[in-house]
C-alpha cells in the first residue's frame, strides 16, 4: 500500500513539474505553444511607442500592415510620407524559443522625424494572441514598439 501511494506521489510530483515548465507564457499575454498559429495573420498597427512614449500620433507611415503567412513568407505594406505605397517581401521565422522574429530580405524605413530611417530583423515578442502582436527592437539608440491587432 506505502508503494502504491509513494508512487502515485511521485507521479503527481512529475505531472507537476512537465505542466509548469511547458506552458511557456509571453510576459504579457499568450501562449509560446501556439505562436505559430496566433502569428499567420495580416496585422495592422495600433499602437506605436518609442522608448515607452505613444508616438503613435508622430507616425510618418500610415496603413501599415505586415502579413505572416504560414510557411515564412512575409509582407510589410504601407503608405510612406510622401503618400507612395510601398510593400516588401521577405521570410519569417520564429527563434530563440519563439521569443524572437527573425525576418529577412526587407529593408529600412521612415517612422518619425525624430528617428529619420529604422531597420532590424530581429523583433523581441512581447505579447502574441489570436487578436495581438506586441513586439519589439533596438534601432538608433531608442526602444521601439509595435502593438498590432488583426486587419
Known amino acids: 500500500m506505502k508503494t502504491k501511494k509513494h508512487l502515485l506521489l511521485a507521479f503527481a510530483a512529475l505531472g507537476l513539474i512537465v505542466g509548469t515548465t511547458s506552458c511557456k507564457k509571453y510576459d504579457n499575454g499568450g501562449n509560446k505553444k501556439k505562436a505559430e498559429k496566433n502569428i499567420t495573420n495580416s496585422w495592422k498597427i495600433d499602437q506605436y511607442l518609442m522608448d515607452g512614449v505613444d508616438q503613435t500620433s508622430a507616425l510618418l507611415i500610415s496603413n501599415y500592415v505586415e502579413t505572416f503567412v504560414s510557411g515564412g513568407e512575409y509582407t510589410r505594406s504601407y503608405t510612406d510620407d510622401s503618400g507612395d505605397a510601398q510593400s516588401e517581401t521577405g521570410t519569417w521565422s520564429l527563434v530563440d524559443d519563439k521569443d524572437r522574429i527573425n525576418v529577412t530580405g526587407t529593408g ?44
Open 108 to 151: 529600412s524605413y521612415e517612422l518619425t522625424a525624430e528617428t529619420s530611417t529604422v531597420s532590424t530583423s530581429d523583433y523581441d515578442i512581447i505579447k502574441l494572441t489570436a487578436d495581438e502582436l506586441w513586439y519589439s527592437f533596438e534601432n538608433g539608440g531608442n526602444a521601439h514598439e509595435f502593438h498590432m491587432v488583426p486587419q
